[in-house]
């Protein structure tokens, strides 16, 4: 079974702090990686996605991907209250996602 | 990012009715849509792929004769959910992905179904 995990949370951080988020996947020939931001009764939003080892950087996101050790993770700088949602990570051409984590940034 | 639009954005039925929500990409089109399910402080549950001119692909334990799932065109499915019943309340989320290799799939914003 297909399988993407994740840390629930809640993740709390103080304002201006990093945010890390990891994931790890258990479906070794996954290409594609995808971090989707959710608020409270909202839809997913995309953020990032990651189809090559190593960073990938955007403002203040950058998502790294590690294939060997089969993780993905996000760091959040300068993280900003309005940064506080559920961070979902998706794996796959089928969109596999995580449980997600819950993050909290304390202003 | 493209625009993938859901209607409607919330629905009240009763208990036994059937209810259509229709997912659009705006300003791209989508050989491939996914549909989930996502109950209150839950991850999201895929219960289909829809593929344009195909039946869709079913997760394990969806039943396919209460989630009728249509994707007549390359931008447009419909979800139906038969004879919806109280337990069917939740959050139904659309998402499409343009066509054309493996890209960021993008969400409609989501349906919420309150059966009564």
């Not at chain 2, 791209?28 to 839950?42: D, E, H, I, L, V």
């Amino acid at each position: 079974q297909k399988e993407v995990e994740q840390n629930s949370g809640p993740l709390s951080v103080p304002e201006g702090a990093i945010a890390s988020l990891n994931c790890t996947y258990s479906d070794r020939v996954s290409q594609s990686f995808f971090w989707y931001r959710q608020y409270s009764g909202k839809s997913p939003e995309l953020i990032m996605s990651i189809y090559s080892n190593g960073d990938k950087e955007d403002g203040r996101f950058t998502a790294q991907l590690n294939k060997a050790s089969q993780y993905v993770s996000l760091l959040i700088r300068d993280s900003q209250p309005s940064d506080s949602a559920t961070y979902l990570c998706a794996v796959g051409q089928n969109f596999v996602f995580g449980p997600g984590t819950r993050l909290s940034v304390l202003p | 990012g493209a625009v993938v639009s859901q209607h409607p954005s919330r629905v009240i039925c009763k208990s036994g009715t059937s209810v259509k929500i229709e997912c659009r990409s705006l300003d791209f089109q989508a050989t491939t849509m996914f549909w989930y399910r996502q109950f209150p402080k839950q991850s999201l549950m895929l219960m289909a792929t829809s593929n344009e001119g195909s039946k869709a692909t079913y997760e394990q334990g969806v039943e396919k004769d209460k989630f009728l799932i249509n994707h007549a065109s390359l931008t447009l499915s419909t979800l139906t959910v038969t004879s919806a019943h109280p337990e069917d309340s939740s959050f139904y989320i659309c998402s499409a992905r343009e066509t054309g290799g493996v890209t960021e799939a993008f969400f409609g914003q989501g349906t919420r179904l309150t059966v009564v």
